[in-house]
């Protein structure tokens, strides 16, 4: 699957804003109350502790590939063209 990278960063720009302080500056994670919901959700482990990565669930898993379809695929036959 071809993602649309113009999507994927607006998406990016938009929750790191989430995190925005002193003027412009964000921090480079995510929201921790995104990660907080998400664990809610069970979606993600839990997100508390020192481990830099998250893991996600069977479920998150799923939902994160069926997001990356619905939300962030590239017109296929845009990508054709671009194959051309």
């Given at each position: 699957?071809?993602?649309?990278?113009?999507?994927?960063?607006?998406?990016?720009?938009?929750?790191?804003?989430l995190?925005?302080?002193?003027?412009?500056?964000?921090?480079?994670?995510?929201?921790?109350?995104?990660?907080d919901?998400?664990?809610?959700?069970?979606?993600?482990?839990?997100?508390?502790?020192?481990?830099?990565?998250?893991?996600?669930?069977?479920?998150g898993?799923?939902?994160?590939?069926m997001?990356?379809?619905?939300?962030?695929?590239?017109?296929?036959?845009?990508?054709?063209?671009?194959?051309?």
């Amino acid at each position: 699957m071809e993602l649309d990278t113009e999507k994927l960063d607006d998406a990016a720009l938009a929750i790191l804003s989430l995190t925005l302080h002193d003027g412009d500056r964000v921090w480079k994670g995510l929201d921790w109350a995104i990660t907080d919901r998400l664990f809610e959700k069970g979606l993600i482990g839990d997100p508390k502790g020192k481990a830099k990565s998250l893991m996600l669930t069977k479920e998150g898993l799923a939902r994160a590939e069926m997001v990356l379809r619905t939300m962030f695929a590239a017109n296929e036959g845009a990508a054709r063209c671009n194959e051309n």
